[in-house]
């Protein structure tokens, strides 16, 4: 299965109750969360996939064939009845499964299908927000994003002199006092002991004088070398990972794929960091299974800052969907998922979840997907021009400057784009370039520059349809930075500004209300962004005489249905998470209305 988190889009340290770091970061690259769903980490999830232009660049163009949905799955055995997870306890999906009658089926069962594979039916209808599955990581370790992480709690670290670093293996660490040293899910003894003995090879490498992709290519090797011990300390959960899905003969045809593998991580193990039995070749073919293994199936996780890759033992059978049925979270101390229904699921029903970004348009989402899981999405929501009514891939035709230009045949990844006025098409290649330009545009853009976010709505605002996925990304950053910043705190900000905030966010929410519908985190965060300019200016609109005492009621009103609902949504989230932080406030600012 392909992983994502989509939703999450994002990462980004929230100081105090909520706000936005620039650093930001990025979810994992991917990172995901309340956290400032900034851009740039919604942008940087694009990093994740290490092989991504590889791939693209090999193997797309000549790959008429599009592989099937979730042919991976196909190829599962049905391994998992009553098999253990990371603790050595069955999971609570694990239990649904198990052997012997029980008298309540549970809510979901394994299916199998000629074009699905192995994936998740639910058994009854169930509502929106129950929990289906939570378990802990059988792996975990820093992403592919070149980030250097504490390798015991995968906060972010620095390379200088100064940073701290374990004295057992010399790798940077937050502290001494790291509460993921010595942990199953931090930095173990075990690994600890492997790198001291070969300090020379890899730690001591690691300075802010390192170039960023030699920093990525260490880090990356943390997660193989962790699964490999588990060979040894570990084996019943390393036979878990060793059965899920590679596709290593696929891998294998494509060569800059494999040879990426061979010399960065093959080739390092053994030549650099010495790991003997690696040499054989039956010891490289097991290495490069684990890498597809980790880019097929692996979660992308982490709650204020913190940013890693896991693989839990269950949840990786739930099929993929851009427009998903179920959201998941996880939790920031143990690193276990929590997946639920974000909407009311009918019986029979296959359960969903997303491994893309949701802010991204068909065409990006697809190949993404394609780069790092080798599958070609055939949802509804990529097989619709419109992608479900949201629009938001359009632009506007630069033949005739009414029409619209959108792709015709979206599952066609190299089809044409044609305008709905005119008879103007346009290539996809020159499409990519021109997203790319505009993207790079984006990115440039600090994420607390206002007058520069402004300005980009602006500068392309005769390009991009208003719901277009690179304009809904700064929306959404301007959604949360205004009221937040100094300078444009609420008490501060203009009359102009606070309707523009109320504007992007309900334009935001009612694209994220097509696409990611029900328990979402993205609608619990822009639902509470939501609530401050509609108070705010409903106040003013009385005070000014410019709105009549019905209307602010109803005003009033919808504020406090918005802070309900982001509550009910928020308060889902893990404990100690910034999501849930906000659920409470959102609580605690509904329960002063006093309605
Ligand atoms: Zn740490
Ligand atoms: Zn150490
Ligand atoms: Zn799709
Ligand atoms: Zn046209």
């Given amino acids: ?33 309340l956290k400032n769903y900034h851009l740039k980490s919604i942008r940087s999830r694009s990093e994740h996939t290490t092989t991504s232009n590889l791939i693209t660049n090999k193997a797309m163009p000549g790959r008429k064939k599009q592989l099937h949905h979730k042919s991976n799955k196909a190829k599962h055995q049905p391994h998992q009845r009553a098999e253990k997870n990371g603790n050595g306890k069955q999971s609570q999906s694990e239990k649904q499964y198990a052997n012997g009658p029980t008298p309540d089926p549970g809510p979901f069962r394994i299916a199998q299908s000629e074009v699905y594979g192995r994936y998740l039916v639910a058994n009854r209808q169930l509502e929106a927000g129950e929990l289906l599955i939570t378990e802990e990581p059988l792996v975990i370790g820093p992403c592919v994003s070149g980030d250097s992480v504490c390798l015991g709690c995968y906060q972010p670290v620095g390379l200088g002199r100064d940073q701290f670093r374990c004295p057992g293996c010399g790798w940077p660490l937050c502290e001494a006092s790291c509460p993921g040293l010595g942990r199953r899910v931090g930095h173990t003894t075990e690994e600890c002991a492997l790198y001291g003995e070969r300090r020379p090879a890899f730690a001591e490498l690691l300075s802010d004088r390192t170039s960023p992709s030699s920093v990525r290519d260490l880090y990356e090797l943390v997660m193989v070398v962790r699964i490999l011990l588990m060979r040894t300390h570990a084996p019943e959960q390393f036979a878990l990972i060793a059965r899920m899905e590679s596709h290593t003969e696929e891998r294998r045809k494509n060569a800059a794929l494999w040879s990426h593998y061979e010399q960065n991580v093959v080739g390092r193990l053994r030549d650099e960091w010495k790991l003997g039995d690696l040499a054989s070749e039956e010891g490289a073919r097991s290495v490069h299974e684990i890498c597809g293994i980790l880019d097929v199936n692996c979660f992308e996780i982490g709650q204020k800052g913190a940013k890693a890759r896991t693989l839990y033992p269950s949840a990786f059978l739930l099929a993929h969907d851009c427009s998903p049925n179920t959201a998941h979270t996880d939790d920031p101390r143990s690193f276990a998922i929590l997946l639920r229904t974000s909407r009311r699921v009918r019986e029979n029903e296959a359960l969903t979840l997303s491994y893309a970004y949701t802010l991204q348009g068909t065409l990006k989402r697809r190949s993404f997907m394609y780069e790092g899981k080798l599958f070609w999405c055939r949802c509804r929501r990529c097989a619709d021009p419109q992608e479900l009514g949201s629009d938001c891939s359009a632009i506007v035709c630069r033949a005739c400057q009414q029409g ?14 044609a305008c709905d006025r005119c008879d103007h098409q346009t290539k996809v290649l020159d499409l990519e370039r021109q997203m790319d330009h505009i993207n790079n545009d984006l990115e440039a853009i600090d994420v607390h520059d206002i007058p520069g976010l402004e300005n980009f709505l602006v500068r392309y605002r005769k390009t991009l349809r208003p719901n277009h996925y690179l304009l809904l990304s700064a929306k959404f950053s301007l959604c949360q930075i205004y009221g937040r910043i100094k300078g444009y705190l609420l008490p501060e900000m203009s009359h102009q500004d606070i309707v523009r905030k109320e504007r992007y966010c309900r334009e935001f929410l009612a ?26 200016l409903a106040q003013m609109g009385l005070q000014s005489g410019q709105i009549s005492r019905p209307d602010f009621q109803r005003r009033v009103k919808e504020v406090a249905k918005l802070l309900q609902n982001s509550r009910d949504i928020l308060l889902l989230e893990p404990e100690g998470s910034s999501e849930h932080e906000m659920g409470l406030a959102a609580a605690d600012a509904f329960s002063k209305m006093g309605l």
């Fill in 404 to 417: 619209t230009v959108r792709a015709v045949a979206p599952l066609e990844q190299t089809a044409d784009w």
């Fill in 1 to 33: 299965m392909y992983f994502v988190r989509l939703t999450g889009v994002i990462n980004c340290q929230v100081a105090g109750h909520m706000y936005i770091s620039s650093a930001g970061r990025p979810l994992s690259s991917q990172c995901s969360q």
């Fill in 511 to 536: 694209i994220i209300d097509l696409l990611e519908p029900g328990l979402t985190r993205l609608r619990g965060l822009i639902m509470y962004e939501l609530h401050a300019p509609v108070m705010v």
